[in-house]
């Protein structure tokens, strides 16, 4: 167990509609991080959050947004689903940002939500 | 970007053998780099890192090499057992793109012939 919590665990939902994916870092990390697997395009890197603000954006759709809360936990939100956005996704936890001078920390990577769109 | 090649994809290896994945990055300026297992369904679980300031880096089996000068690193496992089989991926952080983002390999299927 990494002490990331994710919810719900599996989620199905028809195209056009709107989900959102909860995460609960592990205790004392500031850093959160969003992750799409999916056999097309493998592990992607969608989305960082560190201490309640976006840190750093890779390959995540305009369709998708995320945010984290005062109390570190993060959602992310996916709209106007489509076939394609069927997929595991993981949601990651580290100490710290590079850029809060710290160097890159390990990230440990919660259960994960299976989304299936129909 | 970050861009990172793995190879092999798939890797069958006898029980007790050595086996040995490779992996190349694009941006010299990459700093970290880990490498998890994931078994079928279940979440990446980190088994070894290393940063760029070490050359090699070891755990029981388990042996991580980095050469920043041809910007490849290699995971060594020794003695593989059955409960090894799964899918490793290597990543790198560099500093295009996302800032702590992974960007990861495209995975080796690792298999374990009793």
């Known amino acids: 167990d990494s002490g990331v919590t994710q919810t719900p665990k599996h989620l199905i939902t028809a195209t056009g509609q709107r989900v959102t994916l909860r995460c609960s870092p592990r205790s004392g990390d500031l850093s959160v991080y969003w992750y799409q697997q999916s056999l097309d395009q493998g592990l992607q890197f969608l989305i960082q959050?560190?201490?309640?603000?976006?840190?750093a954006k890779g390959n995540i759709l305009e369709r998708f947004s995320a945010q984290q809360f005062p109390d570190l936990h993060s959602e992310l939100n996916l709209s106007s689903l489509e076939l394609g956005d069927s997929a595991l996704y993981f949601c990651?936890?580290?100490?710290?940002?590079?850029?809060?001078?710290?160097?890159?920390?390990?990230?440990?990577f919660g259960p994960g939500t299976r989304l299936t769109v129909l | 970007g970050e861009n990172v090649e793995q190879h092999p994809s798939t890797l069958s290896v006898q029980e007790g053998d050595s086996a040995v994945i490779k992996c190349t990055y694009s941006?010299?300026?990459?700093?970290?780099f880990p490498w998890y297992k994931q078994e079928l369904g279940k979440r990446p679980q980190l088994i070894i890192d290393i940063r760029s300031n070490v050359g090699e880096k070891k755990d029981q089996r388990i042996a991580v090499t980095l050469n920043k000068t041809a910007k490849h690193f290699s995971l060594h496992i020794t003695e593989t057992q059955p409960e090894d089989s799964a899918v490793y991926f290597c990543?790198?952080?560099?500093?295009?793109?996302?800032?702590?983002?992974?960007?990861f390999g495209k995975g080796t299927h690792l298999i374990i012939q009793p």
């Open positions: 941006d010299s300026a990459s700093n970290y």
């Open positions: 990543a790198a952080v560099g500093l295009g793109g996302g800032a702590d983002g992974l960007t």
């Open positions: 990651a936890s580290s100490v710290a940002s590079r850029t809060s001078g710290r160097g890159t920390d390990t990230q440990y």
């Open positions: 959050y560190y201490n309640g603000e976006e840190r």
